[in-house]
C-alpha cells in the first residue's frame, strides 16, 4: 500500500459536518438516535450514493441498520457482485462500550461521500457499514462501564439485552442480533469483514493493534494474501499516518512481568472472525489500544479502514478470486476422503523474538491483592521479546459426506438453518450404517458462561469451563424416522456444519450442552430389585465377580458408594444399556444411498 493515508484534520470541514464526537473535541460518543441522524445526514445529501437500510430488530426491538456505500448508485449486493465489485462488511460496537469504529466510520463515511475526498477508494469497492451492531448495550449508556478505557465519557455496555456478548453467540447463534447478522451476511456475501474493539489488557506504546488469521484451518491461499499483502499493508499504512501499529492482539504471557512476552491467541468460531474462517472469508479483528486517548484511537481507526479500502481496490479481483475458490473448495470438503480437517486450531507451538514497544514498568508485591503486582510508567520500553506463534492443529477428524440428525432435535437443526446451511430432510424412515460416536467423561462446569453451562477450551480471553471426556464413533445400523435432518458437505458452509455437528470442535452443539439430554440416565433400579439383578448376574458370569471385586479393592469412592456397588450391575445389564447414555444421535453419513430427501442441491 504505497500511497499516502487519506484521512485530515476534521477542521478542514465547514462545522456543520463534525462529526458529533468531534463537535465535543472526542469527549463523547454520540447515542443511537444522533448516530442514525448524522448517517441519515449523509444519505440525504448524497442519495445517488449512500442508502441506509435496515437488517433486523434487536431483543429490545431497535432497528438494526447498515449503512451501503456504492460510488454509482447500484445498491443491490447480486449486482454488485455481478459487476466485480469487492463487497467490504464493517462492522461498530458489538461491544457498545467500544465506539471507536464506530465514530471513526461516521467522519470515513463524511470523507469519502460529502467530501468526496479519495474517490478511488470506491471505485471496485462498495462499503458496507454497520453503524452499532450491539443496539441495546450501546444505549446502556453510563460512565462506569469501560473501567480500564480512556474515553469517551459516557460509553455504552459489553452485553446485549439479556447481557449476551455477541462475540460468543457467532456459532450458537441464540441471539436475535446474531441472527439477523447471519441474514444480512449471506444477502450480501461480503468479500471482506472487518470488526472494530477496543483492548483490555497491559499497556503499550501502539495505538492500532490488529488480527487477521491466516491460521492453518484458513484457506491456505487465502491465508497466504492475508499474511504477506493484507497484514503488513495495514501496518505500513496506519505508521504513514503517523500512528502506530502492532499486527496481533497482545497479551501478556503473565500478566505481572511484561518481561515474559506475549500469549498465543485463539479464534474459535463463537468469535466474528473465527466465524469468518467458516464463512471462507478474511476476518480483520481491530483492538484499538485502551489507554490512548479518544482522538488518537478514532482516527487511527479510521486509518485501518482506509488502509483496507486502499488494498480491496487494488486487490480486489485477486481477493474475489480467491473467495470463489476457497467456497469451492469448501464444497468439496464430503468427497475429500483421506485428508483430514483441522477441527481444533489452538495459538502458538513456536517461539519467535519480537522488537516490542511497550512502556516502563515496575513490579511489586501488592498488600491488597498479596501477589505481585505491575505498575506502568510512561516512558518507552523498546524491548526484544519472546512470542508465541504458530499455530498447532491439536485435533483433526476424517469427514464423512454428510450427517443425519433425528427430528426431535429441533434446536440443532435450528441453529444450522440461521446459519443459512442447506438442510434437507427425510421423506420416509431410513436404515443405513453410519458411524456414530459413544460419548463419555464429560464434566460439565458448576457456573455459567453465555447463559449456558458448556464444555470449553481455554482461550487467551477465557478460562477453562469443564472438561470434554472422549468420543469414539463406532459403525452400525440405525434407524432414522422420516423428517431427519440431512446436511452434506457439498455446500460452501460445510465448515459450518462440521464444527457444528463433531463433538470435539471448540464449539459443537455438544460442547454447547444442545446434546446434554443424551447424558441424563432415566431410569433406574430400586435397590432391592438391583439387589436381586447383580446377584442373577454374578451366578450368570463367573468372570464379573472378579471385575468387581477389582473394583471394589482398587476404588475407595466406588467402595463406599452402595449405589455405585449397586449400578455397577444396572449399566451392564440390558435394562442398563437401554438408557443409551452417551449415544451420540447424529449420524456420519458415508452415502446417501437409500435415503429419500426433499429435493433441493447443496448451496
Ligand atoms: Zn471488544
Known sequence: MGSHPVSRNPSDFPSSW?????????????????????????????????????????????????????????????????????????????????????????????????????????????????????????ERRSAYNRINQNGPEVAGWRANGTNLNLNRDYMKAVAPETRAFLRLFHRWLPDFF??????????????????????????PPLATWIR??????????????????????????????????????DNAPRFSTGQMILENRPGLLVEMHMLKDYRTRVTGNQLVLEAVLQRLNEDGERLIRLNREA????????????????????????????EFRGIEYSRFRSEISGAMAVRFGTTPWNVSLPMES???????????????????????????????????????????????????????????????????????????????????????????????????????????????????????????????PIFEQKESGEAYVLERLARDELTRDPKLRTVFDQRVASDRQFADSPSARLDFFYERSPWGTANQVGIYPVGRLMSLEGLSLTPGAGT
Not at 489488557?201 to 487477521?212: K, N, R, S
Not at 499493508?233 to 512481568?257: C, K, M, N, W
Request: glycine residues 8%.
Open 18 to 138: 463534525r462529526t458529533p464526537t468531534e463537535a465535543s473535541d472526542y469527549r463523547s460518543t454520540p447515542d443511537y438516535a444522533e448516530t442514525v441522524r448524522f448517517v441519515e445526514r449523509i444519505a440525504e445529501t448524497c442519495p445517488e450514493k449512500v442508502r441506509i437500510e435496515s437488517f433486523g430488530r434487536s431483543g429490545e426491538g431497535r432497528d438494526l441498520k447498515i449503512v451501503v456505500v456504492s460510488q454509482d448508485g447500484v445498491f443491490d449486493p447480486d449486482a454488485l457482485h455481478a459487476s466485480g465489485r469487492v463487497v467490504l462488511l464493517v462492522q461498530n460496537a458489538i461491544h457498545a462500550g467500544e465506539t471507536d469504529g464506530k465514530d471513526a466510520s461516521l467522519a470515513l463515511l463524511r470523507d469519502l461521500v460529502v467530501a468526496d475526498r479519495s474517490p478511488e477508494l470506491l471505485e471496485r469497492v462498495a462499503l458496507v457499514v454497520i453503524p452499532v451492531y450491539n443496539v441495546d448495550g450501546h
Open 390 to 516: 504458530g499455530a498447532t492443529v491439536e485435533v483433526t477428524v476424517a469427514l464423512p459426506m454428510g450427517y443425519i440428525i433425528p427430528p426431535p432435535w429441533t434446536d440443532v437443526i435450528d441453529v444450522l438453518e440461521a446459519h443459512g446451511v442447506h438442510v434437507r430432510r427425510t421423506t420416509a424412515p431410513w436404515t443405513g450404517t453410519v458411524e456414530r460416536y459413544r460419548c463419555s467423561g464429560m464434566h460439565w462446569p458448576d457456573r455459567p458462561f453465555e447463559g449456558r453451562f458448556p464444555i470449553l477450551r481455554r482461550s487467551a480471553v477465557e478460562r477453562e469451563f469443564g472438561r470434554f471426556g472422549d468420543c469414539v464413533p463406532v459403525t452400525e445400523a440405525v434407524t432414522y424416522p422420516s423428517g431427519s435432518a440431512v446436511v452434506t458437505l457439498d455446500q460452501r458452509l460445510s465448515k459450518v456444519v462440521v464444527h457444528w455437528l463433531e463433538p470435539e470442535a471448540p464449539d459443537s452443539a455438544l460442547r454447547w450442552g444442545f446434546f446434554a
Open 194 to 219: 472487518v470488526d472494530n474493539h477496543v483492548t483490555d489488557g497491559c499497556d503499550f506504546q501502539y495505538d492500532v493493534t490488529f488480527m487477521l488469521d491466516a491460521t492453518p484451518d484458513v484457506d
Open 228 to 265: 504477506s499483502v493484507v497484514a503488513p499493508g495495514i501496518q505500513r499504512y496506519v505508521e504513514a499516518g503517523s500512528h502506530l501499529a502492532f499486527p496481533r492482539q497482545i497479551f501478556l504471557r503473565d500478566e505481572t512481568d511484561p518481561s515474559q512476552g506475549l500469549r498465543a491467541v
Open 327 to 354: 467456497d469451492a473448495r469448501a464444497a468439496r470438503l464430503g468427497t475429500d476422503r483421506g485428508s483430514r480437517f483441522p477441527l481444533v486450531v489452538t495459538g502458538g507451538g513456536e517461539m519467535t523474538q519480537v
